[in-house]
């Protein structure tokens, strides 16, 4: 692997071999933009540059009063920035909210593991040449846990991560981020209306979209997990104009997933075989698993599972309900699926899409060919070359069954909008909301 390319040419008494890898590495703590403990990225390697087989005694940042550093990450060597990264592409910057949270506990260390995987070595996703810095995003409510999962980071020695910072402020996460990964919202609590909950969250994205759009990589890529998913994706694009409306997809990959794994057990065959899965709509029940264009072994659905009853009611109704079911087993909501499905979605993003194939996200709608509502964050059938962008795939059957159903996902998508119009800059919310409107998670 790339990595090995690293390895320093003076000799390190004090560490073990592994640690060599993370030396670049530090972890910065920002609680408010006020206060930046440490310097920032572009002039953060301040010392010297050392000369082959020279030792350098590792230099601890002075700690901030409010912001800590641990071991390895504290310590700032300078290796000659040449032979630091010869071999390697510039840093990726990637921002995760809700970074204590439990999707994002799962994430973080996935990402790692797929960075340094040997699926990477062979190209497949951003290579292993690919070096990246975390900048996690919480609360004061959160902070000692952010404090936590940068341990665990530290202690995992991952080889391509060479930064991590911790913080409360998004203009200051948020800083020249390639991929924003925004995971963090309020869970609906007992009684509280849903419309309650569009306002909470929607507080919340309309700030971190401003935080985007004032200091982000203009071509940013947003992918909005926290839920209700695609109205908070609308709302952070509308708050964040100066970032291509594209960039901003809501998650429904875990859907796209659950659906696969549904029609891959009917039809008795492992779910690699099931391709061409749309879910369309909105990350709710009223999505629609789309059984009509989808294949199995490269045939229509229709051919391999002829029971259109189960098809229509009972795969539809379980992709639909999925989450709710694992919270009453588990106790909680999907935490390690959804975080394998972001995966899932970046990597669709930096993959070219399997000839034929495509994926779904949740996407703006303006100029879809399928006569969907524009100017709302709906899940289409999706292509991608390969280099973050994607087209709307145009050849796709609908019928009546499934027209109907998208425009019940669509209408209750354009509810909550006019709920949410004092956060999209449109005027006064009124909200309407269909009585069955539920995240996949409440039942
Ligand atoms: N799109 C999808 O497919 C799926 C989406 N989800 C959604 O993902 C989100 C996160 O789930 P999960 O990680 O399990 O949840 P957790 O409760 O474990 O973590 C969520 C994080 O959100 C933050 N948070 C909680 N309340 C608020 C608030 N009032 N303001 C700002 N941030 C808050 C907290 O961080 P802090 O204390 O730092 O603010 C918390 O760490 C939820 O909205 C969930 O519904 C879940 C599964 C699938
Ligand atoms: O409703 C939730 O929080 C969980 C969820 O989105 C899902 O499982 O798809």
Not at 29 to 41: D, K
């Amino acid at each position: 692997m790339a990595v090995t390319d690293f390895t320093p040419t003076y000799k390190q008494p004090h560490f073990l071999p592994s640690q060599l890898s993370s030396l670049s590495t530090r972890l910065y703590t920002t609680r408010s933009r006020a206060l930046r403990p440490f310097p920032r990225r572009n002039n953060a390697r301040v010392c010297c540059s050392v000369a082959p087989n020279q030792v350098q005694v590792p230099v601890a940042p002075s700690v901030g009063k409010k912001g800590e550093c641990y071991g390895v990450f504290c310590l700032t060597y300078d290796l000659k920035a040449a032979e630091e990264t010869k071999s390697w592409k510039s840093l990726i910057n990637i921002a995760v909210s809700g970074a204590a949270g439990m999707i994002s506990n799962h994430l973080l260390f996935k990402i790692q593991q797929w960075l340094s995987s040997s699926q990477l070595a062979s190209g497949e996703v951003f290579g292993p040449d690919q070096p990246i810095a975390l900048k996690l995003l919480g609360s004061e409510r959160s902070f000692q846990a952010l404090e936590g999962v940068a341990m665990e980071l530290e202690d995992s020695l991952y080889p391509l991560l060479r930064e991590v910072s911790i913080g409360i402020d998004p203009y200051d996460l948020f800083q020249d981020a390639e991929w924003a990964l925004l995971i963090g919202a309020k869970p609906r609590g007992p009684g509280m209306e849903r419309a309650g909950l569009l306002d909470i969250n929607g507080q919340i994205f309309a700030e971190q979209g401003k935080a985007l759009n004032a200091v982000a990589s203009r071509n940013v890529k947003v992918i909005v997990v926290g839920n209700p998913c695609n109205t908070n994706a609308l709302i952070c694009m509308k708050n964040a104009p100066n970032i291509p409306a594209k960039n901003f997809h809501a998650l429904t990959r875990l859907d796209e997933n659950r659906a696969k794994c549904q029609l891959a057990l009917k039809a008795g065959v492992f779910y690699d075989k099931v391709s061409n899965m749309t879910i369309w709509g909105n990350h709710s029940t009223t999505q629609v698993p789309d059984f009509l264009n989808a294949r199995i072994m490269g045939l229509p659905v229709k051919d391999v599972i002829k029971d259109s009853k189960w098809l229509e009611k009972d795969f539809t109704e379980d992709v639909q309900k999925r989450g709710g079911v694992l919270i009453k087993k588990w106790g909680r909501s999907s935490g390690a699926s959804t975080a394998v499905s972001i995966v899932d979605a970046i990597r669709s993003l930096v993959t070219p899409t399997r000839e034929g194939d495509w994926f779904s996200t949740g996407v703006y709608t303006n100029g879809n060919p399928y006569g969907i509502a524009e100017d709302i964050v709906f899940s289409m059938p999706c292509r991608s070359k390969g280099d973050g962008d994607y087209e709307l795939v145009k050849d796709v059957l609908i019928d009546d069954f499934l027209h109907e159903r998208i425009k019940k996902s669509e209408a209750e998508l354009l509810a909550e909008k006019r709920c949410v119009a004092h956060l999209t800059g449109e005027g006064n919310a009124y909200c309407d909301l269909p009585g069955d409107t539920m995240l996949p998670g409440e039942q």
